[in-house]
């Protein structure tokens, strides 16, 4: 008699091992040490062994024994070791790689190449050259440029794509025609927005221009996808308050006894659209922190910080009050991180585009969060909207999940807290 195959289990296995990975950056196209890898899939695993554990209890249906999963988990960590172990091996002999060639000249051109020689090493994208943009000397009172040889140098320098790295586009600066050519033989062209944001997931402000926002695709907003995102919000919010409601009333606790009241702190925060709102969070800096009434960033071992807030801020226990925000509507499970108005209205005049991290709800995490460090100053903040943009030009359901998952691997090594 044949033996059943247990698909649901090995299906259900399947998919949180591959989630769990993910969101450890086990899929990221980066360069790193074999070691870093092993660690990334001994944390992914043991994550991944904890979800089904839940998974079991809650649905008996799906159990099998511990010792065919014992010697399964053995089997799946082997083997994406050791397929990764041949896949960095034979990277390193020459996989076929995406050859860049840039266009252009100037700044623009120079950070370009400096990013392809800094990431492209262990990646599947290599510089292939540049091609510069120059003027016609020998034609005065004309903008006219020498391009017969554009085609020839895709062809003889093996480019599959063209990153268009120049400024100021206009007077004939790009060879449109021969732009064209190069496109219909099967070579990608991109401008240098679009470039950066699949190889960096951001949208760098100064290559922004206001006319690629409105033409290129995202931005999506809709009633569809409103309603599917704040039913998520409130089926995560409400599940993550149940489970932590434990853990949130031991630092009510602590918070209670290292400085006594108040426990939750309020802070005036700008919302989605620009309209105010307060803001909830564990108390974690000592009482009347800006009596002067001055708002200041959070520093580095700020003096401010009490050591049990210290310890609220590293494990990221004091945001865990933002899930009420969350059900009343303040707030997005996922999200930009909202900022006090008193910076807001300075980054309005110093950023370009900041605004347009207001046209979806604050989040109590974000793209932004796991991609960059803390964030204390106009610097870090311009960085941040960059990921940020990047969210509300994609933000989708599965993007979300993913956000989730990432957030996991940042409250666990303890990542940009301040």
């Not at 308050?241 to 009510?252: D, G, N, Q, S, V």
């Amino acid at each position: 008699q044949p033996i059943p195959l247990p698909l649901l289990p090995a299906g259900l296995f399947t998919v949180v091992m591959l989630l769990m990975m993910t969101g450890l950056g086990l899929y990221q196209a980066h360069a790193e040490p074999f070691r870093v890898t092993i660690q990334r899939l001994v944390v992914a695993y043991g994550l991944s062994l904890m979800v089904m554990s839940l998974v079991f209890y809650l649905f008996p249906d799906t159990y099998v024994g511990r010792g065919v999963f014992a010697v399964t988990s053995v089997f799946a960590v082997t083997g994406v070791l050791a397929i990764r172990a041949m896949f960095f091996r034979v990277t390193d002999i020459g996989l076929p790689k995406r050859r860049v060639l840039v266009l252009g000249n100037g700044g623009e051109a120079e950070d370009t190449i400096r990013f392809l020689h800094e990431t492209g090493h262990g990646r599947s994208i290599q510089y292939a050259g540049l091609y510069p943009v120059v003027a016609d000397r020998d034609a005065p009172g004309e903008t006219r440029f020498n391009h017969e040889h554009l085609l020839r140098t895709v062809r003889d320098l093996r480019v599959t794509e063209i990153v268009l790295a120049v400024r100021e586009r206009r007077g004939g600066v790009l060879p449109l025609r021969q732009l064209l050519d190069c496109k219909l033989k099967g070579v990608r062209v991109m401008d240098l927005t679009s470039f950066y944001e699949r190889e960096l997931g951001v949208l760098k402000v100064d290559n922004l221009r206001a006319s690629w926002l409105i033409f290129s695709h995202g931005f999506d907003q809709g009633l569809l996808r409103d309603v599917i995102k704040r039913s998520f919000d409130v089926v995560a919010s409400l599940a993550l308050f149940i489970l932590t409601l434990p853990i949130l009333m031991l630092a009510m606790l602590a918070i209670l006894l290292e400085s006594g009241r108040p426990i939750f702190y309020r802070q005036e925060r700008v919302g989605q659209g620009g309209v105010p709102f307060m803001i909830l969070k564990l108390r974690t800096m000592v009482q009347d922190a800006e009596k002067d009434g001055q708002p200041r960033w959070a520093g580095q071992n700020d003096a401010r910080i009490t050591p049990v807030g210290r310890f609220l801020r590293r494990t990221r226990i004091d945001e865990l009050p933002q899930l009420i925000n969350v059900l009343r509507g303040d707030m997005s499970f996922v999200g930009p991180r909202p900022e006090r108005p008193f910076f807001v209205r300075n980054l309005l005049e110093d950023i370009p585009y900041y605004d347009v991290r207001h046209s979806v709800k604050p989040g109590v995490t974000g793209w932004s969060q796991v991609r960059y460090p803390y964030g204390a100053s106009v610097e870090d903040s311009l960085a941040k909207l960059q990921y940020d943009l990047y969210y509300v030009k994609n933000h989708s359901l599965f993007l979300d999940l993913l956000i989730l998952i990432d957030t996991i691997q940042v409250v666990l090594l303890g990542k940009g807290a301040r």
